[in-house]
């Protein structure tokens, strides 16, 4: 990575705030996983660890030897580590960032005794997660380079409202949806309002739960505006300057596509296709919704918008608005039952 790399991967939003790019772009990532350096002089609150990318460490390292200042302290460079869900592009380099913490405290050579960061999370039962590779990542981390929760565990849990450390203030909000364990976390100095996933700073974002997610939009909705509407600080993408207006735009799409589905559930089932044995018509599918809703769009798109509006139906299942009849996969066939 050259110097100018290195200068558009890290960005100071504040002086309270600044910004690493974990060094893992793509379609998914955008430009990559934000992870933020939180506050004015150490030791400091790092949301997120990226996925685990080699670049990535030689940049949070350089990031914060130049966040230190000239103030000479005991104080470690990190002392709070959070993450704000399971996904593995925001929890995969944990084990490297705690190996660089304690790299970094021993060139130091400061004759008090290392005090290694605490770890924090939102609980949850790895049921609910199949693909969770949090556990393997435990295991991984090397002796030493965390403070154990009063339980043992790696992981302090984290609870909705919480303030995460006196120093930082952070604020938990647990915002399920996107995964179960899914936070943002308020940044008062800023009137900022970290996001994680839950709200990007481009485009929409994928959920597990659609009415848990709406949920959530609507309670950050509502903590915005008490807020003062708060810029927002994205697990990817770029500053989002009105909080409030993104976030009822998000929920507004998903209300908005929610009654397109309702709408053309209404309608009678697409017929037979031609030469077909079966000259009747047959019910609605989520494939030949999909084919409906996104015929303006190409093919390519349609199998994972048929996630979404998989989603969606579940949503109205729940709530008594349509009746699943049979099938699997993209093949279920579904019916209008009434609002």
């Not at 899914?182 to 008062?188: D, E, F, R, T």
Request: negative net charge; glycine residues 8%.
């Amino acid at each position: 990575m050259d110097k100018l790399e290195a200068l558009a991967s890290v960005s100071r939003l504040s002086e309270n705030v600044i910004r690493v790019l974990g060094q893992n772009p793509g379609k998914f990532t955008l430009q990559g996983t934000n992870t933020y350096i939180v506050g004015k002089q150490r030791p400091f609150t790092l949301i997120d660890t990226g996925e685990g990318r080699e670049e990535y460490i030689p940049l949070l390292e350089s990031t914060l030897k130049d966040a230190r200042g000239a103030l000479d302290s005991t104080d470690a460079d990190v002392s709070d580590i959070v993450i704000s869900h399971w996904h593995h592009d925001h929890v995969g380099g944990l084990p490297a960032v705690l190996a660089l913490l304690r790299r970094l405290w021993d060139e130091r050579n400061v004759s008090v005794a290392f005090k290694p960061p605490r770890l924090h999370k939102f609980p949850a039962p790895l049921a609910t997660s199949p693909h969770n590779r949090l556990p393997s990542i435990t295991e991984s981390l090397p002796p030493g380079s965390y403070t154990p929760s009063p339980d043992g565990s790696a992981f302090h849990d984290l609870r909705d409202t919480q303030i995460v450390s006196p120093s930082s203030q952070l604020r938990v909000l647990h915002t399920p949806g996107h995964t179960v364990d899914s936070i943002c976390l308020h940044v008062p100095q800023d009137n900022a309002l970290y996001t994680a996933d839950t709200v990007l700073g481009q485009g929409t974002a994928v959920f597990e739960d659609l009415a848990t997610y709406i949920k959530s939009l609507r309670k950050m909705l509502e903590f915005a505006k008490q807020e003062g509407s708060p810029v927002l600080y994205p697990g990817h993408g770029p500053v989002v300057a009105d909080g409030e207006q993104v976030i009822e735009t998000y929920i507004k799409h998903r209300l908005e596509r929610e009654a397109q589905i309702v709408e053309v559930l209404k309608k009678p089932p697409p017929a037979a296709s031609a030469g077909s044995a079966d000259s009747g018509t047959h019910p609605w599918t989520t494939w030949t919704l999909v084919a409906t809703i996104y015929a303006a769009y190409p093919e390519s798109l349609w199998l994972p918008a048929a996630q979404g509006v998989t989603l969606h139906l579940r949503k109205l299942e729940g709530e008594g608005v349509v009746k699943r009849i049979g099938g699997e996969g993209k093949d279920t066939s579904w019916e209008f039952v009434g609002a």
